[in-house]
């Protein structure tokens, strides 16, 4: 069954165009931000992190850029791909606890 | 498969059984932790282990809901005289200790689907 909600914001883009996908955060004291990926059936899987003391962090085909002035994270993915179509979650830490906080999600559908 | 395994994959029940869940994390890992997702939102968060204690439980949803990591390895998650409400899935995440100036990575298993009729 699906593990994911069918009602969620979505972003359509075509095979090898870029992704950017937004987060908004609340927290101002949070200061570690984490990307998953969650495909069909399956649990988060962790793509990218960021601690606060950074603006931009860059992995393979994928950039994660904070803006702490107005609490907004981003993922940017370069040449997107049909295996990247899954639903994306920010999630948030803050320093004095240890849970992450997960954002609503967006669902990532790629056209061939 | 050296990742976090969980069991079973799909559970099927009638309101007022109770359930449990398994979870075996990283074994490397000593932080263990159980979330809940419901259909369209995020994970949520439940309760967390650091070894066998748990350090956090005031997120499980009700007193029907208990966890226990008895010798600080696999952790068991048991909901009593389930609901429909209690329809989710279930996830458990492992990662080593946070330290200072790093992030705690969580590493998910691929969840529970719990479906309470």
């Known amino acids: 069954g699906e593990s994911v909600g069918l009602h969620l914001p979505t972003l359509s883009v075509q095979e090898g165009d870029n992704s950017i996908i937004n987060c908004a955060y609340s927290?101002?004291?949070?200061?570690?931000f984490i990307w998953y990926k969650q495909e069909s059936g399956k649990g988060p899987q962790f793509i990218i992190d960021?601690?606060?003391?950074?603006d931009k962090r860059q992995g393979q085909r994928v950039t994660v850029l904070l803006n702490k002035t107005v609490k907004h994270l981003s993922l940017q993915i370069a040449a997107t791909q049909p295996g990247d179509s899954a639903v994306y979650f920010c999630?948030?830490?803050?320093?004095?606890?240890?849970?992450?906080?997960f954002g609503g999600g967006t669902r990532l559908m790629v056209k061939p | 498969d050296t990742g976090v395994s969980q069991d079973p994959r799909h559970k099927i029940t009638k309101r007022g059984q109770n359930v449990t869940f398994r979870c075996d994390p990283i074994?490397?890992?000593?932080?263990l932790y159980w979330y809940r997702q419901t259909l369209g939102q995020g994970p949520e968060f439940l309760t967390y282990?650091?070894?066998?204690?748990?350090?956090?439980k005031s997120r499980l949803l009700s007193d029907r809901f208990s966890a226990e990591r008895p010798k600080g390895s696999f952790s068991t998650l048991e909901i009593q005289r389930t609901e429909q409400g209690d329809s989710a899935m279930y996830l458990c995440?492992?990662?080593?200790?946070?330290?200072?100036?790093?992030?705690?990575?969580?590493?998910f298993g691929s969840g529970t689907q719990l479906s309470v009729l």
């Open positions: 995440a492992s990662s080593y200790p946070r330290v200072r100036g790093r992030g705690e990575k969580l590493f």
């Open positions: 927290n101002s004291a949070s200061d570690y």
């Open positions: 960021i601690r606060s003391n950074m």
């Open positions: 999630a948030e830490n803050r320093n004095a606890g240890n849970m992450l906080t």
């Open positions: 074994s490397e890992h000593n932080r």
């Open positions: 282990f650091q070894n066998e204690a748990q350090l956090e």
